[in-house]
């Protein structure tokens, strides 16, 4: 068992436990980066407060106040009971133009926009003939309301123009909710207006953080947005159908139809499902950073484990096919160095952007684990070799962070290649023979002050 010990397979079993160890400390950097996460989430919200969230925006709705026969027992009287019904636009356009700039929270920077919205809407008079005939309630015409869904009111800044059927008109606060957004409104008296059409035109200014979503809430809807960010990501239920992109920023419109909803132009309030169907229904943009520092530290901890078996692979190699042996301890050194990598990384790309912090902290390690490799191997080239190697894994682990699209690609690929790398270089290795050894500084001490007497007893 103890000449076992000493073989080739022996070693490289020992050297795949000390990679497996090497997990715990790699755990605890993501552990470290989902931490980072949580306090940038918490510096999103901070600013949040301040200037408005994520926003949702819709058009004007109609929502008429109605007086329902309701039994309440058998042989019982019919009950009058108060509820409302909702009906959509005919057509409803929007013209949306954003200005983004970058707010600060600590170290954590989140980009913010201020969107000029112009919107119009109409309401077609044989539209509301036909759901007030169709209806089975009896409509309060009297008191209606267009309100207007904004995801946070914090964010309105300023209504630069409201006008029903040309008339200027004032928006109220409502506790009233359309789903699950709170709404401002404008008294309406359907009564008086003789069954004409309802035009209107809203002009705003709302503000938000990251994210602006729209809502079709017209029978056709047009969209039209622009805005200095020049990595838009187009999120909801509808992708534009246009879109351009250039140094300046993007532009997109889109066209919808009621047909491309799960709701109908006209709903009671005794619809459950309205809620759900109407948010997901929400589509717009996302201000996407390319640069996020933790999602590209998250890519490159998922390749630490490989990594870090790479490395130990190069130097095992070095020690067979030198006749060289390095300690296990030694390789946990290596290995301590290797996940050192990423809290290094971590720590400075959140002040000098990703590239320059792994280009620095990649060069630390490969100088320190090359220095080592030179003092354990006794060989000055072999140390460089080494170093080499490490610094030609990074540059891969470089590229397959960068490569978001064609990353398992690429990492099936360089895999396939170093497996068989190793498999070339190994094939002539005896994996019963015993582990060579060179003697070190201490050994070669001993030797020369002349051999153990044990030894000398023996011979």
Do not use: C
């Given at each position: 068992?103890?000449?076992?010990?000493?073989?080739?397979?022996?070693?490289?079993?020992?050297?795949?436990?000390?990679?497996?160890?090497?997990?715990?400390?790699?755990?605890?950097?993501?552990?470290?980066?989902?931490?980072?996460?949580?306090?940038?989430?918490?510096?999103?919200?901070?600013?949040?407060?301040?200037?408005?969230?994520?926003?949702?925006?819709?058009?004007?709705?109609?929502?008429?106040?109605?007086?329902?026969?309701?039994?309440?027992?058998?042989?019982?009287?019919?009950?009058?009971?108060?509820?409302?019904?909702?009906?959509?636009?005919?057509?409803?356009?929007?013209?949306?133009?954003?200005?983004?700039?970058?707010?600060?929270?600590?170290?954590?920077?989140?980009?913010?926009?201020?969107?000029?919205?112009?919107?119009?809407?109409?309401?077609?008079?044989?539209?509301?003939?036909?759901?007030?005939?169709?209806?089975?309630?009896?409509?309060?015409?009297?008191?209606?309301?267009?309100?207007?869904?904004?995801?946070?009111?914090?964010?309105?800044r300023e209504i630069t123009d409201l006008r029903i059927n040309g008339?200027?008109?004032?928006?109220?606060?409502?506790?009233?909710?359309?789903?699950?957004?709170?709404?401002?409104?404008?008294?309406?008296?359907?009564?008086?207006?003789?069954?004409?059409?309802?035009?209107?035109?809203?002009?705003?200014?709302?503000?938000?953080?990251?994210?602006?979503?729209?809502?079709?809430?017209?029978?056709?809807?047009?969209?039209?947005?622009?805005?200095?960010?020049?990595?838009?990501?187009f999120v909801g239920a509808a992708l534009p159908l246009e879109h351009?992109?250039?140094?300046?920023?993007?532009?997109?419109?889109?066209?919808?139809?009621?047909?491309?909803?799960?709701?109908?132009?006209?709903?009671?309030?005794?619809?459950?499902?309205?809620?759900?169907?109407?948010?997901?229904?929400?589509?717009?943009?996302?201000?996407?950073?390319?640069?996020?520092?933790?999602?590209?530290?998250?890519?490159?901890?998922?390749?630490?484990?490989?990594?870090?078996?790479?490395?130990?692979?190069?130097?095992?190699?070095?020690?067979?096919?030198?006749?060289?042996?390095?300690?296990?301890?030694?390789?946990?050194?290596?290995?301590?160095?290797?996940?050192?990598?990423?809290?290094?990384?971590?720590?400075?790309?959140?002040?000098?952007?990703?590239?320059?912090?792994?280009?620095?902290?990649?060069?630390?390690?490969?100088?320190?684990?090359?220095?080592?490799?030179?003092a354990v191997l006794r060989a000055r080239r072999a140390g460089m070799?080494?170093?080499?190697?490490?610094?030609?894994?990074?540059?891969?682990?470089?590229?397959?962070?960068?490569?978001?699209?064609?990353?398992?690609?690429?990492?099936?690929?360089?895999?396939?290649?170093?497996?068989?790398?190793?498999?070339?270089?190994?094939?002539?290795?005896?994996?019963?023979?015993?582990?060579?050894?060179?003697?070190?500084?201490?050994?070669?001490?001993?030797?020369?002050?002349?051999?153990?007497?044990?030894?000398?007893?023996?011979?």
């Open positions: 068992m103890a000449a076992w010990t000493q073989t080739v397979t022996a070693k490289v079993l020992g050297i795949g436990v000390l990679a497996l160890l090497m997990t715990i400390p790699l755990m605890q950097v993501n552990g470290l980066v989902q931490e980072r996460q949580q306090l940038r989430e918490t510096a999103v919200t901070q600013i949040a407060q301040g200037w408005g969230g994520d926003q949702v925006l819709g058009g004007p709705v109609l929502v008429v106040p109605t007086m329902r026969q309701v039994g309440v027992a058998e042989n019982q009287p019919y009950q009058l009971r108060a509820g409302s019904e909702s009906m959509l636009a005919d057509t409803l356009k929007m013209d949306v133009a954003m200005s983004v700039q970058t707010r600060s929270y600590g170290i954590y920077s989140v980009p913010v926009f201020v969107s000029t919205v112009k919107l119009s809407a109409q309401f077609r008079a044989q539209d509301l003939a036909r759901f007030r005939h169709g209806s089975s309630a009896s409509w309060q015409g009297g008191k209606a309301e267009l309100r207007l869904p904004i995801g946070d009111l914090r964010g309105l008339r200027p008109a004032r928006f109220d606060s409502s506790a009233e909710r359309l789903g699950p957004w709170p709404n401002v409104v404008v008294p309406i008296d359907l009564d008086a207006l003789a069954d004409q059409s309802i035009d209107v035109e809203i002009g705003l200014e709302l503000a938000g953080t990251e994210s602006l979503q729209l809502l079709p809430l017209a029978r056709s809807t047009d969209v039209n947005m622009r805005a200095p960010w020049r990595d838009p990501s351009q992109l250039d140094t300046h920023g993007f532009s997109a419109h889109w066209h919808l139809l009621d047909l491309n909803r799960s709701y109908g132009q006209h709903w009671s309030d005794t619809d459950d499902g309205m809620k759900p169907a109407l948010q997901a229904s929400s589509f717009g943009v996302q201000l996407y950073q390319p640069v996020d520092v933790y999602q590209r530290n998250v890519r490159a901890g998922k390749y630490g484990l490989l990594f870090i078996a790479m490395t130990f692979v190069a130097f095992f190699l070095f020690e067979v096919l030198r006749r060289l042996r390095v300690h296990p301890v030694q390789y946990l050194l290596v290995g301590t160095a290797l996940a050192t990598f990423y809290v290094v990384l971590l720590a400075l790309s959140e002040q000098i952007g990703f590239g320059a912090a792994y280009a620095l902290a990649a060069s630390a390690v490969v100088l320190i684990v090359g220095g080592y490799a030179m070799l080494l170093g080499g190697v490490l610094g030609l894994i990074y540059a891969m682990l470089y590229g397959l962070i960068a490569a978001e699209q064609y990353a398992l690609l690429i990492g099936a690929l360089v895999l396939l290649v170093m497996v068989a790398l190793m498999m070339y270089l190994t094939r002539r290795i005896d994996w019963y023979a015993y582990v060579p050894m060179t003697p070190g500084p201490t050994t070669a001490a001993a030797a020369s002050s002349g051999p153990p007497a044990a030894i000398m007893e023996r011979s």
